[in-house]
């Protein structure tokens, strides 16, 4: 049984920098995909970065390609998304997510496979 809880949200200006971190119990992440998805006011929870935790497979949203990365810690248990280069469309609460067993790579989007979530960190973008 695994628990997720984000952290690192915050407020920043346009151009700024973040980043999130998602904390594991449980189970390890070894073996696992592990996610970040977004909500923003009024929308759908979309993608934004997902990667094995064990190999160098990732994934990202084309809206943040380039700007955002994610990263393991497995000594931790845990998994960051560095995000660079904020636009105020980043704006919206952040997800952190991960898959009990490997998906394969055109499922990772998906967010209805993954088993776990967090409670999701805000991260607001100001122009």
């Known amino acids: 049984q695994v628990q997720l809880v984000e952290s690192g949200g915050g407020v920043v200006q346009t151009g700024g920098s973040l980043r999130l971190s998602c904390s594991a119990s449980?189970?390890?992440?070894?073996?696992?995909?592990v996610a970040w998805f977004r909500q923003a006011p009024g929308k759908e929870r979309e993608f934004v970065a997902a990667?094995?935790?064990?190999?160098?497979?990732?994934r990202y949203a084309d809206a943040v390609r380039n700007r955002f990365f994610i990263s393991r810690d497995s000594a931790k248990y845990e998994f960051s998304l560095q995000m660079n280069n904020l636009k105020p469309e980043d704006t919206a609460v952040y997800y952190c997510?991960?898959?009990?067993?490997?998906?394969?790579?055109?499922?990772?989007?998906?967010?209805?496979?993954?088993?776990?979530w967090g409670q999701g960190t805000q991260v607001t973008v100001s122009s």
């Open positions: 449980g189970r390890p992440f070894s073996g696992e995909v």
């Open positions: 990667r094995r935790w064990n190999g160098g497979s990732t």
């Open positions: 997510a991960a898959r009990s067993r490997n998906i394969i790579f055109g499922s990772w989007p998906d967010d209805a496979v993954y088993d776990q």
